[in-house]
Structures are given as C-alpha cells and as structure tokens.
C-alpha cells in the first residue's frame, strides 16, 4: 500500500502544478489584455485633456446672411479637420433663448457649419485659429450665444454681438 499512495501524491502533485501553471499563463495573459486596455483609456483621457479651444472673436456677415466665428485651439494637441466632420457641432441663438445646433461638415446645407483653414494644411494646431462660418441669421437680434462642441467633449462658449 505503501508503493500506491506515493504513486498517487506524485500524480496528484504534478496535475497540481500543470493546473498551477495553466491558470499563471491565463492570468498573466489577461493582464497583458487589461494592461492594453487601461493604456487606451488613459491615453484617450489624456487626448481630452490636452484640447481646449476658445472662441476668440465672431460676427454676423450680413451680405453672406452667415454667422463667422473665430475659434483658437488652445490646448496642446493637433486636430485634423476629418477629426471635426460631422462630429463637431455648434450651437448658436438668442443670448438667454434656445439654441439651433449645426453640424460641422464639409458639405455645405442650411443646418451645416463649415470649417476654414486659413493655412490651408487641414490640420488646426495649437495656437491656430479657424474660422466657422454658420449658415443662421440674427437679423434683428442682439447678442448671441454661441457654444462649440468638439468630438473629444471640449468646448468653448461665448456671447457674442448679433
């Protein structure tokens, strides 16, 4: 009988390490996997930090009948003009009224705002400013209200004249 249990507390113990080892090399494998995941999201947030704009200066173009606002990326991350498309938006009204949102897009409509690059790279750097132009008369108005959203969540907020 002797011969037997120590048959079977040698196998017992080499099945407890293979399963001891198993379970090291999923655990070590998902760390691998949660790791990248948690870089992804600090880096994500980092990305959100790092943009700010601010709305610098803004008119009412009457002979175009479009709103033009000037807004500078303050923050320290470069943003490409795809980045803005159709992921931007602004909002613009009455000051103390109800806002009409507009979609930042490269094509042009009635509930759209267009993007302009004045250096023409496609690519709103820091401490560049863009123009946005915004298809919404203020005929009759007196100041308004104009807030730009960007994909990441930052935004700028301004009163501005009508």
Do not use: C
Not at 33 to 42: D, P, R
């Amino acid at each position: 009988m002797g011969e037997s249990t120590a048959i079977v507390h040698a196998i017992l113990t080499i099945v407890g390490v293979i399963l001891a080892s198993i379970f090291a090399a999923y655990v070590i494998g998902r760390m691998g996997y949660v790791n990248s995941v948690l870089s992804n999201v600090i880096n994500s947030k980092l990305e959100e930090l790092q943009t700010n704009i601010k709305i610098v200066a803004g008119f009412y173009n009457q002979t175009q009948g479009e709103y033009v606002i000037y807004v500078k990326n303050v923050g320290g991350i470069e943003i490409s003009e795809a980045d803005l498309y159709n992921r931007s938006e602004v909002y613009i009204g009455p000051y103390n009224g109800y806002p009409r949102m507009f979609l930042i897009s490269n094509i042009t409509s009635s509930t759209t705002a267009s993007i302009v690059d004045l250096d023409g790279d496609k690519v709103w750097s820091p401490g560049e400013t863009i123009v946005i132009k915004v298809p919404y008369n203020t005929t009759g108005l007196g100041a308004v209200e104009v807030k730009v959203v960007l994909p990441s969540g930052a935004y700028a907020e301004e009163v501005l004249p009508g």
